[in-house]
Nanobody, 121 residues
Framework: QVQLVESGGGVVQSGGSLRLSCVTS????????MGWFRQAPGKEREAVSC???????YYTKSVEDRFTISRDNDQNTVYLQMNSLKPEDTAVYYC???????????????WGQGTQVTVSS
C-alpha cells in the first residue's frame, strides 16, 4: 500500500524556519517525481515545490528564493526546507507524487495526510 507521511510542521514566527519531511513506502520511490503542495483556508491548492528523478526542481514564484526541496532516495524521503517564513505561507502542506519539470508540477495521485504550518506576525 502506498503511504506518504509528512512531519515537521508547527508554529513559527515570521522570519523563522521549518523543515518538512515526507517518508514514503509502497512504491519505487526513485522512479517518481515528488512534490509539496499547500492549501490555506479559502484558497486553492497550489504546487509549492517539486523535484523529479533527475533532481530538476520546480518552485512557485512566491517561495523560490526561500524554500529548498531535496530528496534522499536511500531513505525514500523528500524534504522541504523553508526559510524566511511569512504569514502568507500559513497552510496545510501536503506531500505527493508528481509529474514535474523545472517549469511545471502536477499531481500524480498519491497524497500524504498533510502537516499544518502556521506563521505568526
Amino acid at each position: 500500500q502506498v503511504q506518504l507521511v509528512e512531519s515537521g510542521g508547527g508554529v513559527v514566527q515570521s522570519g523563522g524556519s521549518l523543515r518538512l519531511s515526507c517518508v514514503t513506502s509502497g512504491f519505487t520511490f526513485y522512479y517518481y517525481s515528488m512534490g509539496w503542495f499547500r492549501q490555506a483556508p479559502g484558497k486553492e491548492r497550489e504546487a509549492v515545490s517539486c523535484i523529479n528523478i533527475y533532481e530538476t526542481t520546480y518552485y512557485t514564484k512566491s517561495v523560490e528564493d526561500r524554500f529548498t526541496i531535496s530528496r534522499d532516495n536511500d531513505q525514500n524521503t523528500v524534504y522541504l526546507q523553508m526559510n524566511s517564513l511569512k504569514p502568507e505561507d500559513t497552510a496545510v502542506y501536503y506531500c505527493a507524487t508528481t509529474f514535474s519539470t523545472g517549469s511545471e508540477c502536477t499531481p500524480r495521485g498519491h497524497w500524504g495526510q498533510g502537516t499544518q504550518v502556521t506563521v505568526s506576525s
